[in-house]
């Protein structure tokens, strides 16, 4: 089964091992890039779909651990298998601590690695959509007038609409015209869907 909604990056030094890299996962139904060097993967523009990167540990310029702390500096959230002829174990502990999803030896085991891969493209499918979902969390806060965030932040510590009144020194219809507002502007139906919502961005 295809899926071209999501890409494999192969970064390998080895033109052999990109190449079966590139026809085992083609056969595993991804769509898949190769790259000779790290700082060839990051010359290249990457297309905004899920994915993840198979990538050698070991190689000239610029390693493998070098280039998951790179992409971890970017921000850049891409799950990455790391593939080593010669593994160490301080370097996989690195590598998993920093957030690899696995750490496999050469000559690959084919089915572990399309299982990998399998479980990183899925890993990366729901961070981004999470992210997609706290984006438009986000904008809903920020289209919240600035009273109206005094009052959304006043709810979510529990208060009442009097509280909230007696703090922000009005009246409680006011607090209801504001609270509507708030519930109505972050797409609310209740105060547990809200405190769901900022508990997304962290707001408590």
Not at 99 to 116: M, S, Y
């Amino acid at each position: 089964m295809t899926d071209p909604e999501a890409i494999v990056f192969v970064v390998d030094d080895d033109p052999s091992v990109r190449r079966a890299l590139q026809r085992l996962i083609r056969s595993a139904g991804f769509t898949v890039e190769s790259f000779a060097s790290a700082q060839e993967f990051l010359g290249l523009p990457r297309p905004d779909i899920p994915g993840c990167l198979v990538l050698d540990i070991h190689m000239p310029g610029v390693s493998g651990l070098d280039l998951q702390d790179e992409l971890a500096a970017a921000e850049v959230n891409l799950p990455i298998i790391f593939l080593t002829g010669y593994g160490t174990v301080p370097a996989s502990v690195r590598a998993m601590k920093a957030g690899a999803v696995d750490f496999l030896e050469k000559p690959v085991d084919d089915r572990a690695l399309v299982v990998a891969i399998h479980q990183a493209v899925e890993r990366n499918r729901r961070a981004r959509l999470e992210q997609a979902e706290v984006r438009e969390i986000q904008r809903r806060v920020e289209s919240l007038s600035p009273r109206e965030r005094e009052v959304f932040s006043l709810l979510l510590t529990g208060m009442l609409n009097k509280q909230i009144a007696s703090e922000l020194g009005t009246t409680e219809k006011t607090i209801k015209v504001h609270r509507g507002r708030v519930m109505e502007k972050m797409q609310a139906g209740s105060m547990a869907e809200l405190v769901r919502l900022a508990g997304k961005l962290g707001m408590r």
